[in-house]
């Protein structure tokens, strides 16, 4: 994710989990970066009941959030209108959906909307932090009594915010050991507990583990939809794929001093990419002769390389398993499944793209995955920025 601050990367993941028998969630969360402001923006709205008719509210109130708040409207008018938006039920009273919007602007500034849901857990290291809470009222004489929650204060490395749908902090409710449901007070002891044990718990972790203790909660049958989205603002963590030799064959010296000279882990795509980096730094390629992915040819080993792989084919399965990657999606050790482990793990993704043409992938006859690698590349750094967060800086050479 494009990041003004050069302190920390902001990582995010969301985790959710839907009642048995329903085929849609009645969660919805929504994003979007603002690359020339800096700003990201996330919404999570809880549509009222269950099912395809609770996603449908749920969908329209935080796609509608997302839009208002793009625009800098007004959160007060933002929620009226939205609360107009909503559909009329049969008996002539208002569907209901609540949100929670967090808005990140570049400098670290954080500005959290709620209305109706969970009060959003804000931790500085394991520490809760309390900013002080305003209320703005919704306008319009329908929606008297109504009001919006905000806190606002900026953020520092170690940071974390923990968002959550009413399904969290009910799960349990009725059992012996959470008459009341779990509750936020307990949801804070756990995740501080967690944090304790583990201080680098990434996003992604932390999330799952509150989805799942929500689980367990209800006997593994959860009895509503929920939703736990995670933000943390962490030290930055670097990581280099390279794929194409560049353009120029006397560049070449140039191109491997690049990537000699980066500190993070790094990843080769490409076999003349693998054999001009290992020629010009005096390397052994060793490839291995087990295929585990009968689609894709085997990976290799150099030495100071996480992985050496086959190129264009392989970077277009990386595509297409980040395309249909969701919370559920388990990785193999197939090449293409190993990279998108390591491009998951890191925050800033460098990629360095060799344009130089591989004329055996121009050939018509060819299967369709052969297409141009800056083209497949391009929809790569896309999927990373838009749906995962991260912030790419390509190197075209």
Request: glycine share 6%.
């Given at each position: ?21 329903q085929i849609a969630c009645g969660d919805v969360f929504h994003s979007r970066i603002i ?210 030799p560049p353009f120029y064959k006397i560049k070449d010296n140039d191109f491997v001093n ?41 990976k290799a080993r150099m030495e100071g390389f996480e992985l050496v792989t086959e190129g ?86």
């Amino acid at each position: 994710m494009t990041n003004n601050h050069p302190d920390y990367h902001v990582e995010i993941d969301v985790e959710q989990k839907r009642p048995k028998g329903q085929i849609a969630c009645g969660d919805v969360f929504h994003s979007r970066i603002i690359k020339e402001e800096g700003r990201t923006i996330l919404a999570m709205s809880d549509g009222i009941g269950h099912g395809v008719k609770a996603n449908v509210l749920a969908t329209l109130t935080a796609s509608m959030a997302i839009n208002y708040s793009t625009f800098h409207t007004r959160p007060e008018i933002a929620a009226r209108i939205i609360m107009r938006a909503l559909p009329k039920s049969k008996d002539g009273l208002e569907n209901y959906a609540t949100f929670t919007l967090i808005e990140i602007e570049a400098d670290g500034r954080v500005r959290i909307i709620n209305y109706d849901n969970p009060k959003t857990i804000i931790l500085r290291g394991n520490k809760i932090l309390e900013p002080q809470e305003y209320h703005l009222a919704v306008r319009g004489v329908e929606n008297a009594g109504k009001i919006l929650r905000c806190r606002e204060f900026t953020a520092r490395k170690e940071d974390r915010l923990i968002f959550l749908s009413d399904g969290v902090p009910q799960s349990g409710l009725g059992t012996d050991r959470y008459p009341m449901g779990w509750g936020l007070e307990h949801i804070t002891d756990f995740v501080m507990s967690q944090i304790t044990r583990m201080p680098d718990i990434s996003a992604t972790k932390l999330a799952r583990k509150i989805i799942n203790q929500a689980g367990m909660n209800d006997n593994f049958n959860l009895k509503d939809d929920a939703t736990c989205g995670v933000i943390y603002f962490r030290e930055p963590r670097e990581f280099l794929l390279i794929t194409g030799p560049p353009f120029y064959k006397i560049k070449d010296n140039d191109f491997v001093n690049q990537i000699t000279n980066f500190k993070g882990k790094k990843v080769i795509c490409g076999g003349t990419t693998a054999e001009i980096i290992a020629r010009e730094l005096n390397l052994k390629l060793e490839a291995e002769h087990e295929f585990s992915e009968a689609a894709l040819p085997p990976k290799a080993r150099m030495e100071g390389f996480e992985l050496v792989t086959e190129g264009i084919l392989t970077i277009g399965k990386v595509e297409e398993i980040l395309e249909n990657y969701t919370s559920e999606t388990r990785l193999s050790d197939s090449p293409a499944d190993e990279i998108v482990h390591l491009l998951l793990q890191h925050d800033i993704i460098n990629i360095i793209v060799g344009t130089r043409i591989n004329w055996a992938h121009q050939d018509p006859d060819q299967p369709v995955e052969l297409e141009i690698r800056k083209v497949v590349v391009k929809r790569i750094i896309k999927l990373l920025e838009e749906k995962f967060f991260k912030e790419v800086r390509a190197d075209f050479v």
